[in-house]
C-alpha cells in the first residue's frame, strides 16, 4: 500500500514537470508569433546579460541596438515592460535618432508595464514598481515608481515593512503555483485576499531565504 502510493505520488510530480515543460514551450511560441525576439538573439547581437535573468511575457527589448543594453545577475523583468536603446523624436525636426545605453544592476525587479528609457542606469537591489517610466538614473537600495519614476523609500524598509506581515496563517506553500493549485486551493486563497489583505506564496528560493 505504501509503495503504490508512493508511485502515486511520483507520477503526480512527473506529471506536474511535463506539464510546465509544455506550458513553457507554448508561451515561447506564442512570443515568437507576437512578434518578440527571444533573449538568446539579443545576447547574439551583443546584449550582456548576467546570471538567474528572468523575462515574463511581452517584455520588448530594443531589437534595433540591443548592444547597447547591460543586464546584471538575478534580474526579473515582468510582463510588458519595454526597454528602450533609441529615441527617434528628433528624426523629423533634426534628421537624427537619439542612442543611449541601458544599464541594470544585479538584485533588480522591474515590475509590469514599465518602460527604461535609453541613456538609463538602474542601480543593484532595486525594485521598480508596476506601470513605471524611468527617465533618469535609479541609486541603489531603492524602490521606484511612478511616471516619471521616482523613490518611495528605501529597499530596506520596504522589505523590513512586508516581512513583519507574513505569518502562519497567510503564507502559502509551493502546492499553490498556478500549475499545481487546485479548485480548493483556489478558493482558499481568494478567503485569504477577501478583505483587502495579501496572502504570500513561497517562490522557488524561499527555502534558501529563511534558513533557520
Same mark, same amino acid.
Given at each position: 500500500?505504501?509503495?503504490?502510493?508512493?508511485s502515486?505520488i511520483?507520477?503526480q510530480?512527473?506529471y506536474r514537470?511535463?506539464?510546465a515543460?509544455l506550458?513553457?514551450?507554448?508561451?515561447?511560441?506564442?512570443?515568437?508569433l507576437?512578434?518578440?525576439i527571444?533573449?538568446?538573439?539579443?545576447?547574439k547581437?551583443?546584449?550582456?546579460v548576467?546570471k538567474?535573468?528572468?523575462?515574463?511575457?511581452g517584455?520588448r527589448?530594443?531589437?534595433?541596438y540591443?548592444?547597447?543594453i547591460e543586464i546584471?545577475?538575478d534580474?526579473t523583468?515582468?510582463?510588458?515592460?519595454?526597454?528602450?536603446?533609441?529615441?527617434?523624436s528628433?528624426?523629423?525636426?533634426l534628421?537624427?535618432v537619439? !542612442?543611449?545605453?541601458?544599464k =541594470?544592476g +544585479?538584485? /533588480?525587479? *522591474? @515590475? $509590469?508595464k514599465?518602460?527604461? !528609457?535609453?541613456?538609463v542606469? =538602474?542601480? +543593484?537591489? /532595486?525594485v *521598480? @514598481? $508596476?506601470?513605471s517610466?524611468?527617465?533618469?538614473?535609479?541609486?541603489?537600495?531603492?524602490?521606484?515608481a511612478g511616471n516619471?519614476?521616482?523613490?518611495?523609500?528605501?529597499l530596506?524598509?520596504?522589505?523590513?515593512?512586508?516581512?513583519?506581515?507574513?505569518?502562519?496563517e497567510n503564507?502559502?506553500d509551493?502546492d499553490?503555483?498556478p500549475?499545481?493549485?487546485?479548485?480548493i486551493?483556489?478558493m482558499?486563497?481568494?478567503?485569504?485576499?477577501a478583505?483587502?489583505?495579501?496572502c504570500?506564496?513561497?517562490?522557488?528560493n524561499?527555502?534558501?531565504l529563511?534558513?533557520?
Amino acid at each position: 500500500m505504501m509503495q503504490l502510493k508512493l508511485s502515486w505520488i511520483l507520477l503526480q510530480q512527473k506529471y506536474r514537470i511535463m506539464k510546465a515543460k509544455l506550458l513553457t514551450f507554448l508561451a515561447s511560441v506564442s512570443r515568437l508569433l507576437g512578434g518578440e525576439i527571444s533573449t538568446n538573439h539579443l545576447i547574439k547581437q551583443g546584449m550582456i546579460v548576467g546570471k538567474n535573468f528572468s523575462r515574463e511575457g511581452g517584455c520588448r527589448i530594443d531589437a534595433s541596438y540591443p548592444y547597447l543594453i547591460e543586464i546584471g545577475d538575478d534580474v526579473t523583468i515582468s510582463t510588458n515592460v519595454t526597454i528602450l536603446t533609441h529615441d527617434a523624436s528628433l528624426r523629423n525636426f533634426l534628421g537624427v535618432v537619439k !542612442l543611449g545605453k541601458v544599464k =541594470i544592476g +544585479n538584485q /533588480v525587479f *522591474i @515590475g $509590469a508595464k514599465s518602460t527604461i !528609457l535609453p541613456n538609463v542606469t =538602474i542601480g +543593484n537591489n /532595486v525594485v *521598480i @514598481g $508596476a506601470g513605471s517610466v524611468v527617465t533618469k538614473n535609479i541609486p541603489d537600495n531603492c524602490v521606484c515608481a511612478g511616471n516619471p519614476a521616482r523613490i518611495l523609500c528605501s529597499l530596506d524598509d520596504y522589505i523590513s515593512r512586508f516581512a513583519k506581515k507574513i505569518n502562519n496563517e497567510n503564507l502559502l506553500d509551493r502546492d499553490f503555483t498556478p500549475l499545481s493549485i487546485n479548485n480548493i486551493q483556489k478558493m482558499f486563497v481568494k478567503k485569504l485576499c477577501a478583505n483587502g489583505d495579501f496572502c504570500y506564496l513561497k517562490s522557488f528560493n524561499y527555502n534558501n531565504l529563511n534558513k533557520q
